[in-house]
């Protein structure tokens, strides 16, 4: 089981920016990737970013130029700067990790418990 704490969320004026960070403990030797999700009131939850114990990354479309995701593997901490930050990036920001699933696949099963971002007009 892997835990996780995330830290960073709070309230931003449009354009302005934001960094979450999430350290992760326990069993850490599972992790294959490491990343963020958002939900925002009445929508799904959906992937903002990820990144593999390679670096390999992979964004959403509605934040690419806009966020940067990172990792300290030394420190089993990654991070998430957000710059730019609209008014539609408002919602719970969730860490998660995931476990390496056939050849490509990535299963994100463990979740930290969300950090509010919220981004006024």
């Known amino acids: 089981q892997v835990q996780l704490v995330e830290s960073g969320g709070g309230l931003v004026q449009a354009g302005g920016s934001l960094r979450l960070s999430c350290a992760a403990s326990?069993?850490?030797?599972?992790?294959?990737?490491m990343g963020w999700y958002r939900q925002a009131p009445g929508e799904q939850r959906k992937l903002v970013a990820h990144?593999?114990?390679?670096?390999?990354?992979t964004y959403a479309d509605s934040v690419k130029g806009r966020f940067t995701i990172s990792r300290d593997n030394a420190k089993n901490r990654v991070l998430l700067q957000m710059n730019s930050l609209k008014p539609e990036d408002t919602a719970v920001y969730y860490c998660?990790?995931?476990?390496?699933?056939?050849?490509?696949?990535?299963?994100?099963?463990?979740w930290g418990q969300g950090t509010q971002v919220t981004v006024s007009s």
């Open positions: 998660a990790t995931g476990e390496r699933v056939g050849a490509a696949g990535i299963h994100f099963g463990s």
């Open positions: 326990g069993s850490i030797f599972s992790i294959y990737a």
């Open positions: 990144i593999t114990n390679g670096g390999l990354t």
